[in-house]
């Protein structure tokens, strides 16, 4: 039985996947300092919170087997996605409040354009990273995927 104050948490750093979860997840995100941190990794579908440095960006990649949504809380910039990785049809510029919707099987990326870091919620689905994943820097983040290829 979950006690009734266990469904309104504040944000602690802490992957609460398979337990029911209520976020104020605009603070969430904003507060999140690190690159990726997910809050949240059940059975079929993952959250977590991203923070893209200025002049920084998310990394050409593909999710063969994911769609992922991501919505942008705070900062711009500049969303590609394609078929491939040398062909990145789709552009669109992006900034607090755009929503990002990339099928499985297509390459996207984000890039920060702005003055501030973009500060941005991801939903996988499937899960794509381990349960409490946390990489402080973008060089955290692909070490450890390199890691698991």
């Given at each position: 039985m979950y006690n009734r104050n266990s469904y309104n948490r504040n944000y602690n750093g802490n992957d609460y996947g398979s337990e029911p979860y209520v976020v104020d997840i605009q603070r969430a995100t904003l507060q999140n300092p690190n690159f990726?941190?997910?809050?949240?990794?059940g059975s079929h579908l993952q959250v977590t919170l991203m923070c893209i440095p200025v002049g920084g960006e998310i990394g050409l990649e593909v999710h063969p087997h994911v769609d992922q949504f991501l919505c942008i809380q705070d900062g711009c910039?500049?969303?590609?996605?394609?078929?491939?990785?040398?062909?990145?049809?789709y552009q669109s510029n992006v900034h607090s409040?755009?929503?990002?919707?990339?099928?499985a099987?297509?390459?996207?990326?984000?890039?920060?354009?702005?003055?501030?870091?973009?500060?941005l919620f991801s939903i996988y689905a499937p899960p794509q990273h381990p349960r409490g994943t946390i990489h402080r820097t973008k060089a955290e983040s692909d070490a450890a995927e390199a890691k698991h290829q």
């Open positions: 990726r941190t997910a809050i949240w990794t910039g500049c969303v590609m996605m394609g078929g491939s990785d040398t062909r990145l049809n409040g755009s929503a990002v919707c990339v099928p099987g297509t390459w996207h990326n984000i890039v920060n354009t702005g003055r501030c870091p973009i500060k």
